[in-house]
């Protein structure tokens, strides 16, 4: 890598500070992603296809992520990836220091570049993981010439220096956390990039044991909760008692580690210090080095950052009883889907890995008093609790008007929006109702069922016929355009009929299930089609239960930006 001072295009003076912070952020990235090449670059002149592909991100202040370079529709940025030899990238800009979020206006000097040499898809973990990065990097790269390391710059200083850029990127980092998770692996990040820790865990006090809390994304590492007592090493005793411990090397802990974990591998310098607010011992924080640093020395800072973290984890506990209240508030007004003869229905609702994404999915399926069924999928605009109490409130209408018979789905999706208005629901939805009724067309033989629908800004469904393949059930209207609910109240909607046989499934889902960040919606379509043929054709759709749980793994692998609703139903089989 060749290191370049932001905004100049110029490599530093030989040891300069920013050589090696672009040197530390390019290892760092590399370690997280697992990827062919990192790069932190400067947005200048240069012209390498880094700082080309620099110059796109900060000509927008938004992150560039492209998963293959073969359909990347910039050409600038397929010819970038190619002479970089690399089939898919992922670029942050660096947000100007104090802000959360790159502006556009601000201008963007250096952007943390990601590459590998085959096509990728890149989940969301990894991209908030490289978003983090930049953020702890913006502040190192904005720190002033003064608090660098240089031959004439005094002790004092310096350490100065690093101290209050230490704390500003574990405040700037913190400050974006929305879970106990996103804490640990903010304070992860900070410790091993500003403090130059091997390792850095949180332990959290929970009644009589600690337990190991993981940072989001290692999953993979098997979680530790043992009981806490004064005779199992030095966790216990500073979580009990307060104060800190210094140790070194696995004498530290027991003869297995500290608490039941082999520590041989994590160096020989072990601090921990108790997380506390006010009167309250949330956990210990385990910091460990493979060699004496400086760094330890500096208790005031290491206690400071112990504060921050305590309250951030405080701050996350509260934030995720509200989340919880929130979902189980969402969930309750799901319906419970009862029996309906001749039909089999199965359902799912998944919330959004952001879970402050909650929002106004639902689904229902009502047996009709002639016989037939109908089957509806919603969205109400929004994701919070007012998105959700309203969702409960349009599917409670919605439900006495299709099972009151009056008319089909579009007449249904008529007097729902009528009667949303007259009720002063002020809220925005979108629709699908589907009526499905034994007995179609002659031509089309005495097994087959009549199926009809109409929709309301919604994504159309999919019908999965006998032989395996799939097709979307269009827009109603001559434009392909229907409008949603609560913007023309009375706004006059049709049906569109199709005759089917028995033993087809028809799939409604809410917009989570197709959108991707910049993808194209017709993508997101194609990817669940080919999604249900497939599991269909491995016999995945035997079971309705089964076809939902395949499609929703091979479409949402990624991680899920928007929570879903997705029912399926089967007639006459």
């Known amino acids: ?13 030989a040891g300069g500070y920013r ?16 990827c062919t090449g990192a790069e932190l670059v400067a947005v200048g002149r240069d012209r390498t296809p880094q700082a080309a592909l620099a110059r796109l991100v900060a000509a927008t202040a938004e992150a560039l992520v ?16 190619a002479e970089l030899g690399a089939g898919a990238c992922l670029a942050v800009p660096l947000p100007t220091a104090g802000q959360a979020e790159p502006d556009d206006e601000a201008g963007v000097h250096a952007v ?29 790269t904005a720190a002033p010439a003064a608090g660098r390391s240089t031959a004439t710059a005094p002790d004092a200083a310096e350490a100065e220096s690093r101290r209050g850029l230490t704390l500003l990127s574990l405040s700037e980092s913190l400050s974006a956390t929305r879970s106990q998770a996103d804490v ?8 091993l990039i500003q403090l130059g820790c091997s390792d850095a865990d949180l332990w959290l006090l929970e009644d009589d044991h600690l337990r190991l809390l993981l940072p989001r994304g290692r999953d993979d590492v098997p979680a530790l909760r043992v009981p806490l007592s004064h005779d199992r090493g030095p966790h216990g005793l500073v979580a009990v008692l307060g104060g800190s411990s210094v140790g070194a090397g696995p004498e530290t802990g027991a003869a297995d580690g500290p608490i039941g974990r082999p520590v041989g591998t994590a160096g020989p310098l072990v601090l921990l210090l108790p997380l506390t607010v006010g009167e309250q011992t949330l956990g210990v924080l385990d910091l460990r080095w493979e060699a004496p640093t400086r760094a330890a020395d500096d208790r005031p800072m290491l206690e400071a950052l112990a504060s921050y973290t305590a309250q ?28 309906i003869p001749g039909v089999e229905v199965a359902a799912r609702y998944l919330p959004a890995d952001s879970r402050d994404r909650v929002g106004g999915d639902w689904y229902d399926a009502v047996a009709l008093p002639d016989g037939g069924c109908a089957v509806t999928v919603g969205d109400v605009v929004g994701h919070d609790v007012h998105a959700a109490a309203a969702m409960g409130q349009v599917r409670t209408v919605l439900r006495a008007l299709a099972w009151s018979g009056s008319g089909g789905p579009a007449a249904t999706l008529t007097s729902l929006d009528l009667a949303l208005d007259g009720l002063g629901l002020d809220t925005l939805a979108t629709a ?20 009809a629908w109409a929709s309301a800004g919604h994504p159309p469904p999919v019908l999965l016929g006998l032989d395996g393949t799939t097709r979307l059930l269009e827009p109603t209207t001559p434009d392909g355009v229907d409008l949603m609910l609560g913007v023309a109240p009375g706004t006059d909607r049709d049906d569109r009929t199709l005759a089917v046989p028995a ?4 799939l409604l889902y809410t917009d989570g299930l197709i959108e991707r960040g910049r993808e194209h919606l017709d993508d997101g379509l194609d990817r669940l089609r080919g999604a249900v043929e497939e599991v269909a054709a491995g016999g995945g759709a035997a079971s309705l239960d089964d076809l939902l749980d395949g499609v929703l793994t091979r479409v949402t692998g990624g991680g899920r930006a928007d929570d879903i609703a997705v029912l399926a139903v089967r007639w006459g089989s």
Request: aromatic share 4%.
């Open 19 to 34: 050589g090696r912070v672009g040197e530390r952020y390019t290892a760092w990235v590399a370690r997280l992603l697992g």
């Open 184 to 191: 640990a692996h903010a304070v992860e990040l900070v410790a």
């Open 312 to 339: 951030a984890l405080q701050r996350a506990a509260l934030l995720q009883e509200r989340l919880d209240a929130l979902i189980t508030l969402q969930q309750s007004l799901l319906p419970r889907l009862r029996p």
């Open 503 to 506: 033993g087809s499934v028809l």
């Open 1 to 13: 890598m060749r290191p370049v001072s932001p905004g100049t295009g110029e490599p530093p003076h």
């Open 112 to 140: 943390l570049l990601a590459w590998h040499e085959d096509p990728r898809t890149w989940s969301s973990e990894e991209l908030a993981d490289l978003e983090e990065l930049a953020r702890v990097a913006a502040l190192d």
């Open 66 to 81: 492209v998963a293959d370079r073969t359909i990347e529709a910039d050409p600038r940025v397929v010819s970038a990836l």
């Open 432 to 451: 699908v109702v589907a009526h499905l009724r034994p007995g179609g067309s002659e031509d089309a033989g005495d097994s087959s069922w009549q199926l």
